[in-house]
């Protein structure tokens, strides 16, 4: 059974300090994406990565793929109250039509 | 263009109870997932449609269903209602079944079993 496993579960921190988090699994994936979900809202779509090694940049946010396709990371630099949410990383599952979604990280950034 | 939608957006039921819930796809968009989101489990799938057939299911019992209709609409149905139910259900409609692809996900429907 494929999983993805991040960490930390919760992290609570100061407006403009930076911070990362991390996605991992025993399986490789063939892509992995980013979600952020707000409160009463649906996840939606940050970035998808596909080549090992990747790494992709979107304003503060710097995603990486690990170079086996087993893992992923998410930095945030200088985190401002409004990234405050639930990150979660997804992959697709072998041979299957589903998403296999991490148990997500809750990210609150205090002012 | 529109979003995904899905209705109700909240709902108190009681065990034994069933409850439908419903979601519209993005236009244009053939597939379209469900999961179920607890504080406790994460996202768990439950089911994937594409052009009216049920193409994966995930480990649910048997009293959760779903279908797609000729217009891309989906319906999920979860009989006699447990506790466990409890929950935050997610539609996610996707233009085909490409995983790398975007899944643009509705508000959800709350769904609180007492």
């Known amino acids: 059974t494929q999983l993805l496993e991040q960490s930390p579960q919760f992290l609570s921190i100061q407006e403009g300090e930076n911070l990362t988090v991390y996605c991992n699994s025993s399986s490789v994936f063939s892509s992995l994406q980013w979600y952020r979900q707000e409160p009463g809202e649906g996840p939606v779509l940050l970035v998808t990565?596909?080549?090992?090694?990747e790494v992709k940049k979107l304003k503060r946010l710097t995603f990486q793929f690990g170079d086996a396709r087993k893992d992923s990371s998410l930095h945030i630099t200088a985190a401002q109250p409004g990234d405050t949410g639930l990150y979660l990383c997804a992959g697709p599952g072998d041979n299957t039509g589903k998403l296999i979604f991490g148990q997500g990280t809750t990210l609150q950034v205090k002012p | 263009k529109a979003g995904v939608t899905q209705t109700p957006r909240y709902l108190i039921k009681t065990r034994g109870q069933q409850v439908t819930l419903s979601c519209s796809p993005i236009s244009g968009h053939r597939s379209v997932s469900w999961y179920q989101q607890t504080p406790g489990q994460g996202l768990q799938f439950l089911f994937e449609y594409f052009s009216e057939t049920q193409r994966n299911k995930g480990n649910f019992p048997g009293r959760f269903s779903g279908r797609q209709f000729s217009n891309s609409r989906s319906e999920m149905n979860v009989s006699t209602l447990e506790l466990g139910d409890s929950a935050l259900y997610l539609c996610?409609?996707?233009?085909?079944?490409?995983?790398?692809?975007?899944?643009?996900f509705g508000e959800g429907s709350r769904l609180t079993v007492l």
């Open positions: 996610a409609s996707s233009l085909d079944r490409e995983l790398t692809g975007e899944l643009f």
């Open positions: 990565v596909v080549t090992g090694g």
